[in-house]
């Protein structure tokens, strides 16, 4: 196996997704189809690079039985390293996932052996031999206060890239700010930037970065409209912002949402890895996560390294 270049640590679940009519704050609705697929956020996004050629590995935790196995598996089938994934005597987490045709999503999380992951379990010989440390959210404080002790233990020049997410983000900036400091990398949605900063995701990516964040990026969900042009994302860091749009019609979820933003991720991060700037960057994470949802589940529409540069070629006109 080459050498491991990013390593992901977050929960590792498996999505039980339901595809809905339409999602309710109150009465009925018809579940349209419903299926199991493996999950986790810094786990999907580790699967996208690894897809995309880039050496991966997780940090997690699964429980002992047929569920945790297929996340070990599913992983494997790509050539991430699961050596440092915990089997614990517990359930495998799960995310029961509500998404609609036009695009929203309702997620509830079980944490089951992700709760038992502690401060024993990282291997920091492990974590030290990679370039990049990619870390997504638990649902428990206890694994996120590991996440923030290994902040002050991780090499100098190990980079850190993070996924807050929902459930993070509703813990508020001063949670956040032992992981926010040493960030190298910060990916969030319009509506967690405007958690975190209450200040528009413009006006929130200058405090974040203020905050020791050298670069951020925030995805836009359906995103602002610009003619016949929708803007998807921003990027800012080093002292310049850019705006990402794409042609209106390739914006449209054919299988659903969930998983966009961990693909997003994985797009801007290849792009990272490879030396490109940050505007590429961003076409990049926004083409993987148009991949993503043009099929259910996190994983199923992720796009192979051929795949993407053919897509790179088309839009950009230029050789990935």
Do not use: W
């Not at 400091?181 to 319009?190: K, M, S």
């Not at 850019?242 to 019609?249: F, G, H, K, S």
């Amino acid at each position: 196996m080459s050498a491991i270049e990013v390593i992901g640590f977050g929960a590792m679940n498996v999505d039980r997704i339901y595809r809905v009519g339409r999602i309710l704050s109150d009465g009925e609705a018809l579940v349209e189809e419903s299926g199991l697929f493996p999950g986790g956020s810094a786990a999907n996004t580790v699967y996208a690079l690894a897809k995309l050629g880039v050496a991966g590995g997780v940090i997690g935790a699964v429980g002992d039985d047929a569920e945790g196995e297929m996340l070990l598996r599913d992983l494997e089938g790509v050539g991430v390293d699961t050596g440092q994934t915990k089997k614990k005597r517990a359930r495998t987490g799960s995310a029961i996932c509500l998404a609609d045709r036009q695009g929203r999503r309702a997620i509830y999380i079980l944490p089951g052996a992700n709760s038992l992951l502690n401060g024993d379990d990282i291997d920091l010989a492990y974590i030290g031999q990679a370039e990049m440390l990619h870390l997504s959210s638990f649902a428990d404080e206890g694994q996120m206060e590991v996440q923030q002790e290994l902040m002050g233990r991780i090499p100098a020049s190990l980079k850190v890239s993070f996924a807050p997410g929902s459930i993070y983000a509703a813990r508020g900036l001063e949670a956040l700010e032992p992981i926010m400091r040493r960030t190298h990398i910060l990916f969030l949605n319009r509506e967690e930037a405007d958690e975190l900063t209450g200040e528009g995701f413009q006006g929130g990516a200058q405090r974040l970065l203020k905050m020791g964040c050298q670069i951020v990026a925030i995805t836009l969900g359906e995103g602002i409209v610009r003619g016949e042009k929708t803007v998807t994302c921003y990027v800012a860091g080093g002292g310049h912002q850019y705006t990402i749009e794409v042609e209106r019609a390739a914006t449209k979820a054919e299988g659903d949402t969930i998983g966009a933003g961990d693909a997003f991720a994985a797009g801007f991060l290849y792009g990272f890895l490879r030396g490109k700037g940050l505007e590429e960057c961003g076409y990049l994470g926004d083409m993987v996560a148009r991949s993503s949802i043009a099929k259910i589940g996190a994983r199923a529409g992720l796009p192979s390294l051929e795949q993407l540069s053919q897509q790179y070629q088309r839009e950009r006109g230029l050789p990935l």
